[in-house]
């Protein structure tokens, strides 16, 4: 079936397995196309801004993800673990002469959240979405890592700084999706590498600079194979780097890149699947970044066994999840959820709740049980209310609706929504999504200024340490800049149809039919390759 966006006024399909799927979660389908449905979610999720707040249970001066002039309550994760923080007391009744949100968000600003959602993580103040962190700084997005700064979506590294979409990765520096690698800079799409600057789609290689394309080598400059003696001489000449070095080495290896074909998207291992960054999946449509996974659908960031998902954002071990954000490790049969976690069974339109089963409209509860706007009620009236609730969401229009924008506890320009959906102040307020204004920025001791931005920023001595050892420059730019510099280099979450560049075949590829990349599909590719 066709619908009609909401939002952009443009069909979108909805097909058979579909219409099965929200039938499975009795929900209604989607009112609004598959991009603007994860825009709005995306708008839910701060990862990388930090506000200095104060504790509302404490008292205490604390990091925090919410601007403390926003009005939410937030205080420290061990706090709200405890038995001081009750959010149960703030359960009130589903009033049916108002809208449903209209009332999740008044309890919204009585509930007391944690400041950050981290876990597990010991000398590890700065940060968001992370869990098992020891002595890292400024991690987002992130799980099992030591000694790293600066760094997003990495997986089980260690000493790593600026990286970005990293597994099992050690004294890395500025590399982006890359895996199973060792002492490797500036480089993207490298498996397997060690010893190696400014390469790209390298696999199974050391000791290579500025090279594309690459498999079982070593000694390899610029695609030029060279004795050991010849490249050893030609990397004193690179090293140590300096900022034009630097310049001149990307620029160098990007043109070089583009010479050499390249896979229409980062699938491995997967079958009956289309995305990006997809390995060991199966029957998985329009996903990206997911490892493990089947039967899911417009699904980002779902790292593990992920089965029955659609529309999400963050997603772990989870089955038969739908419109939800940062949502189940361990959790079953969640709609339209924010933050529910560990072992959660049958939610719907919840926000930070763990440990509990058949709740509606609930804030920062843990293990709880058949509770509506965080009020108490036995299994009969529960059961006996939600109908009714259903049917007057249904009459304002609300029964099947994710959080509306202008109740995201964030500016748009906080969230992940501002980087993959790029808008103006004027655009995303016209849109109806919340802005955070500028301030002047204080003046820092010993700071630098932002080559880019021009706004002060400060090193660590650990990082200083780091560069160091590898004889790096200091970075001319802030570590927002470094950020959304390498965040530019990842492809859309968009599919284009396009086809292969040798044999024709059509493909769905994250790559524009308009890009200057030669794009081959798999078995073109592969043959290139070996």
Same mark, same amino acid.
């Not at 937030?74 to 209209?102: I, M, Q, T």
């Not at 070593?218 to 050893?232: D, I, P």
């Not at 940062?326 to 339209?336: C, D, E, K, R």
């Given at each position: 079936?066709?619908?009609?966006?909401?939002?952009?006024?443009?069909?979108?399909?909805?097909?058979?397995?579909?219409?099965?799927?929200?039938?499975?979660?009795?929900?209604?389908?989607?009112?609004?196309?598959?991009?603007?449905?994860?825009?709005?979610?995306?708008?839910?999720?701060?990862?990388?801004?930090?506000?200095?707040?104060?504790?509302?249970?404490?008292?205490?001066?604390?990091?925090?993800?919410?601007?403390?002039?926003?009005?939410?309550?937030?205080?420290?994760?061990?706090?709200?673990?405890?038995?001081?923080?009750?959010?149960?007391?703030?359960?009130?009744?589903?009033?049916?002469?108002?809208?449903?949100?209209?009332?999740?968000?008044?309890?919204?600003?009585?509930?007391?959240?944690?400041?950050?959602?981290?876990?597990?993580?010991?000398?590890?103040?700065?940060?968001?979405?992370?869990?098992?962190?020891?002595?890292?700084?400024?991690?987002?997005?992130?799980?099992?890592?030591?000694?790293?700064?600066?760094?997003?979506?990495?997986?089980?590294? #260690?000493? /790593?700084? !600026? *990286?970005? &979409?990293?597994?099992?990765? =050690? %004294?890395? $520096? +500025?590399?982006?999706?890359?895996?199973?690698?060792?002492?490797?800079?500036?480089?993207?799409?490298?498996?397997?590498?060690?010893?190696?600057?400014?390469?790209?789609?390298?696999?199974?290689?050391?000791?290579?600079?500025?090279?594309?394309?690459?498999?079982?080598?070593?000694?390899?400059?610029?695609?030029?194979?060279?004795?050991?003696?010849?490249?050893?001489?030609?990397?004193?000449?690179?090293?140590?780097?300096?900022?034009?070095?630097?310049?001149?080495?990307?620029?160098?290896?990007?043109?070089?890149?583009?010479?050499?074909?390249?896979?229409?998207?980062?699938?491995?291992?997967?079958?009956?699947?289309?995305?990006?960054?997809?390995?060991?999946?199966?029957?998985?449509?329009?996903?990206?970044?997911?490892?493990?996974?089947?039967?899911?659908?417009?699904?980002?960031?779902?790292?593990?066994?992920? #089965?029955? /998902?659609? !529309? *999400?954002? &963050?997603?772990?071990?989870? =089955? %038969?999840? $739908? +419109?939800?954000?940062?949502?189940?490790?361990?959790?079953?049969?969640?709609?339209?959820?924010?933050?529910?976690?560990?072992?959660?069974?049958?939610?719907?339109?919840?926000?930070?709740?763990?440990?509990?089963?058949?709740?509606?409209?609930?804030?920062?509860?843990?293990?709880?049980?058949?509770?509506?706007?965080?009020?108490?009620?036995?299994?009969?009236?529960?059961?006996?209310?939600?109908?009714?609730?259903?049917?007057?969401?249904?009459?304002?229009?609300?029964?099947?609706?994710?959080?509306?924008?202008?109740?995201?506890?964030?500016?748009?320009?906080?969230?992940?929504?501002?980087?993959?959906?790029?808008?103006?102040e004027v655009e995303a307020l016209?849109?109806?999504?919340?802005?955070?204004?500028?301030?002047?920025?204080?003046?820092?001791?010993?700071?630098?200024?932002?080559?880019?931005?021009?706004?002060?920023?400060?090193?660590?001595?650990?990082?200083?340490?780091?560069?160091?050892?590898?004889?790096?420059?200091?970075?001319?730019l802030c570590s927002n800049c470094?950020?959304?510099?390498?965040?530019?280099?990842?492809?859309?979450?968009?599919?284009?149809?396009?086809?292969?560049?040798?044999?024709?075949?059509?493909?769905?590829?994250?790559?524009?039919?308009?890009?200057?990349?030669?794009?081959?599909?798999?078995?073109?590719?592969?043959?290139?390759l070996y």
């Amino acid at each position: 079936m066709e619908r009609i966006c909401k939002i952009t006024g443009k069909p979108f399909e909805i097909t058979d397995a579909d219409l099965d799927f929200y039938r499975k979660m009795n929900v209604p389908p989607p009112t609004i196309c598959p991009s603007e449905r994860e825009r709005r979610r995306m708008a839910w999720r701060n990862e990388r801004s930090l506000y200095k707040n104060i504790s509302s249970e404490t008292g205490k001066e604390i990091i925090s993800v919410f601007d403390p002039d926003a009005g939410y309550h937030a205080c420290e994760l061990e706090v709200w673990y405890s038995d001081k923080v009750d959010n149960a007391k703030h359960g009130r009744d589903f009033d049916f002469n108002r809208p449903f949100f209209e009332q999740f968000n008044e309890l919204l600003h009585k509930i007391t959240l944690p400041a950050l959602a981290m876990v597990n993580t010991t000398n590890t103040d700065y940060g968001q979405y992370v869990d098992n962190a020891k002595n890292c700084y400024l991690i987002f997005a992130s799980d099992n890592c030591e000694d790293c700064y600066y760094v997003d979506y990495i997986w089980e590294c #260690k000493n /790593c700084v !600026d *990286c970005y &979409g990293a597994l099992k990765c =050690e %004294l890395c $520096y +500025e590399c982006l999706d890359c895996k199973n690698s060792y002492k490797t800079l500036y480089s993207q799409f490298c498996m397997q590498c060690s010893d190696c600057a400014f390469c790209f789609d390298c696999k199974s290689c050391e000791y290579c600079f500025g090279s594309s394309g690459l498999r079982h080598k070593k000694y390899v400059f610029f695609n030029e194979q060279l004795s050991q003696e010849e490249y050893e001489k030609r990397l004193k000449q690179a090293f140590p780097l300096t900022e034009e070095k630097i310049k001149e080495y990307a620029k160098r290896a990007y043109e070089l890149s583009l010479k050499i074909p390249r896979k229409f998207a980062q699938i491995s291992k997967s079958e009956n699947s289309t995305g990006d960054f997809l390995t060991n999946c199966k029957n998985c449509e329009e996903c990206y970044d997911c490892y493990n996974d089947e039967e899911c659908k417009w699904v980002f960031n779902g790292p593990k066994n992920n #089965k029955f /998902c659609y !529309d *999400c954002t &963050g997603v772990n071990t989870g =089955e %038969l999840i $739908y +419109e939800s954000v940062a949502s189940a490790v361990g959790s079953y049969n969640l709609a339209y959820c924010i933050l529910c976690w560990i072992s959660n069974n049958n939610l719907r339109n919840c926000y930070y709740c763990l440990n509990s089963k058949n709740l509606f409209g609930c804030i920062g509860l843990k293990r709880n049980e058949y509770c509506i706007l965080n009020k108490q009620y036995t299994k009969e009236e529960y059961e006996k209310i939600m109908p009714r609730i259903i049917e007057h969401m249904t009459k304002t229009q609300e029964w099947g609706e994710f959080f509306p924008i202008k109740y995201s506890t964030f500016p748009y320009n906080d969230t992940i929504a501002n980087e993959y959906y790029p808008l103006s102040e004027v655009e995303a307020l016209k849109l109806g999504y919340k802005w955070r204004k500028e301030t002047a920025p204080k003046n820092l001791p010993d700071a630098l200024t932002c080559a880019s931005c021009k706004k002060p920023f400060q090193t660590i001595p650990q990082e200083l340490k780091f560069y160091k050892a590898l004889n790096l420059p200091t970075p001319s730019l802030c570590s927002n800049c470094r950020h959304h510099s390498k965040f530019s280099k990842r492809n859309p979450h968009h599919l284009f149809n396009r086809k292969c560049d040798k044999c024709e075949t059509p493909i769905k590829t994250v790559y524009a039919p308009n890009r200057p990349e030669i794009v081959y599909c798999n078995e073109c590719y592969t043959a290139s390759l070996y």
